[in-house]
């Protein structure tokens, strides 16, 4: 089987190195590849790091009657989702030096904002490079967990 694999390999290795690499090298996709990396070093400091605060209000999901008798449970969206609840939660993490995970998590919807409007969608993907700058790219400022499967 390996025998197989190995010979099925031939042809399209010698494409690529021949034909395909050489012209990618050149190409306009290869600079812009380049710019994007040298973004990446160095790494940004967390205080470059700018979040804009959710923008929705917690009394349009829940009445205010239910917030004021204390019956609301509160959710990781509500917390994410709503600007008095994401400040007043950074807050006691930060007193905790644990704002990584929300930061993180905040980024994301940012970025998923973008990606899903056609009018933003390139900034979205300039975005994406932030996350990873931010909290992905190991030694980042905000770096958070991954699995080695991710990480590869």
Not at 33 to 46: G, S, V
Not at 65 to 91: G, H, P, S, W
Not at 127 to 152: E, I
């Amino acid at each position: 089987m390996r025998q197989v694999f190995a010979e099925c390999l031939v042809d399209p290795v010698t494409t690529i190195k021949k034909d395909i690499l050489p012209r990618f090298i050149v190409s306009e996709d290869c600079r812009n590849m380049k710019a994007l990396l040298a973004a990446l070093d160095p790494l940004p400091c967390a205080n470059m790091l700018k979040l804009s605060r959710p923008t929705h209000i917690i009394y349009t999901r829940y009445s205010l009657a239910e917030l004021e008798q204390n019956k609301v449970q509160f959710t990781l969206d509500d917390l994410c989702d709503d600007r008095i609840l994401y400040t007043e939660f950074m807050r006691y993490l930060e007193q905790r030096v644990s704002t990584e995970n929300l930061k993180c998590v905040r980024a994301v919807r940012i970025f998923q904002e973008l990606i899903q409007d056609p009018a933003s969608h390139a900034a979205g993907v300039e975005y994406a490079h932030t996350v990873y700058k931010f909290f992905v790219c190991p030694g980042s400022a905000y770096n958070v967990s991954l699995s080695h499967t991710h990480l590869k």
